[in-house]
């Protein structure tokens, strides 16, 4: 009886070991040198174009299409970052040019439109650059995807502008602001590229 607990116990133990050596794919590998220097030159300098938003991102897995779906929508998060952070800001450069107050029905109806235009618009980003790569990771095949995604804020300038006009009492309290004049600016520079 003594030696079989004693052999169940070396199984047991060689059994945990056997099992914990097994190293899945890891795909976060640090990168090496072939890595850093097979990065491709858009994804280091991202180009500036005036109405454009650019956003980059890179992403691995062991299958390729999820590589690229993981890349593209860690660029579109990148992208809704950026605008929250800027309607926020256009938000209180209102409430300050028009000496609206903070609990203003029409500032809140404001900043709802903005909100709707600005996640309807993150829609209509496309991806403008795609580079995949294959790496080794614990000697298994991985890709690496870089994305590069733009997004024309003109679009977005545009719908907000119109959806402000379609609202009277908003149209009304901002119409004569700074803010608005640059707003109708932003449209027409769209209006321009787009040929309309």
Known sequence: MQINKILFFILFVLLLVGCSSSKGTDLSP???????????DWYKN???KNGYRYAGATATSR???LAVNKATLDAANQLAGAMDSEMNALVKR???ETGISTESDILDRFSQTQEQIISTALKDYSVIKQEIMEEKSNNRDIFR?????????GAAQKRLL?????????YDAIRASELYEEMEQKVEEYRKRKGM
């Open 162 to 170: 119109d959806r402000i006009k379609a609202d009277k009492e908003i």
């Open 63 to 65: 299958d390729l299409q």
């Open 145 to 153: 995807a870089y994305i590069l995604v733009e997004w024309d804020e």
């Open 30 to 40: 640090e990168p090496t040198r072939k890595v850093m220097k097979n990065i491709p």
């Open 46 to 48: 991202k180009p500036k």
């Open 94 to 96: 209102a409430r300050e």
